[in-house]
């Protein structure tokens, strides 16, 4: 993704507020000198990049509808499942953990 010019003003309070210049992307040239346009994706549109959902001047709400799907699916897919206490353990430890957590270090998440 490209953002170009980004940058933060600050409220009197210190909290930092996104704030960017509009640009419509760039052109990237081969070595024949072809020109290949790469579009600028919007501050405002909430975009998917290695399995994270990015709203960057947004409330990071698809972020955490995605986390919660995601574990309720996988908590309903054990519970149908005819797993021991032991199978059940290891796919909360080996799945269900690593499949919600993955994307809480790299999110923003409000309360």
Known sequence: MFFPHIHYNYHKSGEP???YKKNDGVNLRDANNNKTPIKAKP???TYKTLGHHKAPT?????QHKKI???AED?????TRSSASRTDAKRFY???YRPA???TLAQSFLTT
């Open 58 to 62: 947004g409330t990071n709400r698809t």
């Open 17 to 19: 507020v996104l704030s």
């Open 68 to 70: 919660l799907e995601k």
């Open 93 to 95: 430890n080996t799945i």
């Open 100 to 102: 919600v957590e993955y």
């Open 74 to 78: 996988l908590a309903n897919a054990l």
């Open 43 to 45: 501050v405002y549109t």
